[in-house]
């Protein structure tokens, strides 16, 4: 493993313990919820939420923006006297294992076709007398005109962010996420990729400052992966031809989400709030019937950047 | 059991056979394509396919009509050495069981948020040597703003055809369609509900014959279930807030047969052709979060519609 670039910057605090996580990512919501705003010129909402079982999170949501067309980043902070059944049976814990889970949220669904989408989520969770722990997260992009440079920017960032943490490896979680948002059905991904990980418990007695440190640089690292991409293509003129090939592709995006995502579907089917949930599909969506683009077209050509591919090794064309 | 009015006209001829079968809905599809590019003043495309396995269909449909935003109305025949696991299990057939199955499946939307959408299929399976048989189908209708009178005259039509058939069971085939097409996760149904039968073998010596002659006024039935609803309505103004709030049920729609929809889940999972399964989807879908309408409007007096409700009694208000 190489060292990675360190950030520019004082390094934020790593937390010591989950209350301090929480304070971590809650603070991450306000950065970046300034930046988006920043960039759009417009506000986010803010709903608060509470949970029957115990805990609740906090929304801030941007609707019909001038550049975000809809852009959400939550945060939730859940305690419960039991683990949900299907975490229960992947961790072998007894029933009425008591749990905490806290997580940042973000999906941003810009209204310029030249404006990739932008996922990421970071969580944390313990079960049990807080002896089972672990880290979970990501980030992805989803363009619906990729653009080589932005693509490899993105990777770059994530790349540097795993290298600057021996926890977290790299080609792995980049393998990790193309194979996690593929559309099966499609035979592509969502999009370009990034990093996913799950699972994350380091062994020893540092490993747990060690994935906090990892989960801190990873929300501070958001800011560096995705608003310059934002800023640097909001000013791109559109066509109605790329509008359509942009809402052709959200129509992709809410495939994977309705019947692939994890999150989504075990959300729906254990009764949580359909609205937090399903905050992540894009505002406006198009489908139509055997709509392959002709060779040749500028549509063609972004279907490449939807197969896995190294972005962070020497220019491969 | 009354005996519901006969429909108007000469009776079809009844299939004595899976080929009559397939004649039957082949005549079926000309007929409702003719029907709807009547009312459309478009034509709909046609797309033969065929199947690796064995076997084929063809796909009519309309794309941007005057009437009709997407059409499809679609045939499919196929034939197989193994009947797939889901299947098989439910019947309890051993691995390697041949299998044909045949029918008629349409989707209409139409781009008017006054005029309903339409879903029906009718479908016919034989595993094995011919020894088992079944035959399925339904019908159901999803307005955007429902208007009673028409919700009625719908269900009032399927009463009609399930009573002038011993083999059909209208309170249960109608409780069916309502559970069926639930969309759990929102508490509410997809739109108003219909009809919905699997599973059909009647005993018997008739048996076969009675629910042929139950498939063959069913796809007949359907002329007079549908296309009166939108000759009356297509001409109804509409504004962009109607428009909007169509959207957002069609969002719903989508949320429907992504999650739930077993012939959709079933196909994408084992590979089917994405795009005659996904064929279904609507083709212009908008999500918004927490757009709950306000108490007193139009779109709040729609919702007690997309709840299960006996339409077919007295007037209930």
């Not at 880290?135 to 960032?157: K, S």
């Amino acid at each position: 493993m190489t060292e990675g670039l360190p950030r520019v910057g004082p390094p934020d605090p790593v937390p010591t313990d989950r209350d301090g996580i929480v304070r971590m990512i809650r603070a991450g919501q306000e950065r970046l919820v300034s930046i988006f705003e920043e960039i759009d010129g417009g506000t986010f909402g803010r709903h608060a939420w509470e949970r029957p079982g115990g805990g609740g999170g906090t929304a801030r949501v941007m609707t019909d923006g001038r550049v975000f067309e809809r852009g959400g980043v939550n945060v939730s902070v859940v305690e419960g006297e039991d683990l949900p059944a299907e975490i229960r049976r992947a961790k072998e814990l007894p029933e009425g294992t008591p749990f905490f889970a806290t997580g940042i949220s973000m999906v941003l669904h810009p209204r310029n076709p030249h404006v990739p989408a932008f996922h990421a989520n970071f969580r944390y969770f313990e079960a049990g007398d807080r002896d089972v722990w672990w880290f979970g997260g990501g980030a992805d992009l989803t363009p619906a005109y990729p653009i080589e440079e932005d693509v490899r920017a993105f990777h770059e960032t994530l790349r540097g962010l795993c290298e600057r943490h021996a926890v977290a490896d790299h080609p792995r979680f980049k393998a990790w996420c193309d194979d996690y948002f593929t559309v099966r059905h499609r035979g592509e991904m969502r999009g370009v990729g990034g990093i996913f990980f799950d699972d994350l418990r380091p062994e020893g007695e540092g490993g747990w400052g060690a994935a906090a440190a990892f989960m801190t640089d990873g929300v501070r690292t958001l800011e560096d992966a995705y608003p310059p991409l934002v800023r640097k293509r909001l000013d791109m003129p559109w066509s109605d031809r790329e509008r359509s090939w942009q809402l052709l592709r959200r129509g992709r995006y809410a495939e994977f989400n309705l019947v692939y995502d994890r999150g989504t579907r075990f959300g729906l089917e254990t009764g949580g709030d359909t609205e937090a949930i399903l905050m992540s599909l894009p505002p406006l969506v198009r489908w139509e019937t055997r709509a392959d683009p002709a060779p040749g077209t500028a549509e063609a050509a972004t279907l490449p950047f939807f197969q896995p591919r190294d972005w962070t090794s020497d220019p491969i064309r």
